[in-house]
């Protein structure tokens, strides 16, 4: 909230800001909270502490770190400017563990690759991607470190895609993702389920990506 009062200049560059008493009082929070929220925001290089003088705004936030989920399919498969994606894992998945749900039908295997993308130095998005076990031969980790997960799929020779689906709900984040994302506990976080289907109908990938919510931006073209 205090860093939304910045950003939107309800609390200008060079401004006194309130007590830490008269923000407790209009949050109704205790004043550890406050403390420990202004020291957030103090380490963002946003606002400055004096002794008997108060605090201050230092500066307006930086540029966001806006993250569009994509609604159409060629935006689906655009790479984001400036992000890098790191592998966490990819392993096989285990015998008798769930597959993944989704449209059509199951592949025999599923390959379980978990990826985190950063930008500007903050992770903004924990992917868990399924991708059937005949295609990984067929991905390169140059691929990997490079493309959605859709694109994945789709720039593979000889593979058509013959249905696609999106699912965006909000949430908050659980200790692994907060963990990941480097947010608290709780914190507002866009569950985004993917899914895609070969021309055969077979279930070929699914991507399950946990966004940030303080980054994550939807454009929905309504006409």
């Excluded at 990997?144 to 020779?157: D, E, F, G, N």
Aim: proline share 5%; charged share 30%.
């Amino acid at each position: 909230m205090f860093r939304n009062r910045i950003e939107q200049g309800a609390w200008r560059t060079g401004q006194q800001i309130p007590t830490v008493d008269d923000l407790s009082a209009e949050c109704g929070v205790a004043r550890a909270t406050i403390r420990q929220a202004l020291d957030q925001i103090e380490k963002e290089g946003l606002i400055e502490r004096f002794r008997a003088k108060g605090t201050f705004v230092r500066e307006a936030t930086k540029e966001r770190l806006w993250c569009e989920v994509e609604t159409d399919w060629s935006g689906l498969l655009r790479s984001r400017e400036g992000a890098e994606i790191e592998i966490l894992s990819d392993a096989p998945l285990p015998e008798g563990a769930p597959v993944p749900e989704g449209i059509g039908r199951p592949a025999p295997r599923y390959r379980h690759l978990r990826r985190r993308h950063w930008r500007g130095g903050q992770p903004f998005l924990l992917a868990d991607v399924y991708l059937d076990e005949r295609l990984r031969p067929k991905v390169t980790d140059a691929d990997l470190r490079s493309k959605t997960a859709l694109k994945l799929v789709a720039s593979i020779p000889g593979i058509r895609i013959g249905d696609a689906r999106q699912t965006l709900t909000i949430g908050a984040a659980d200790v692994e993702a907060a963990a990941a994302l480097n947010l608290p506990l709780n914190a507002p976080v866009a569950y985004v389920h993917r899914a895609a289907v070969d021309a055969r109908g077979v279930r070929i990938l699914v991507a399950d990506g946990i966004y940030r919510g303080d980054v994550v931006r939807l454009d929905v073209k309504l006409k």
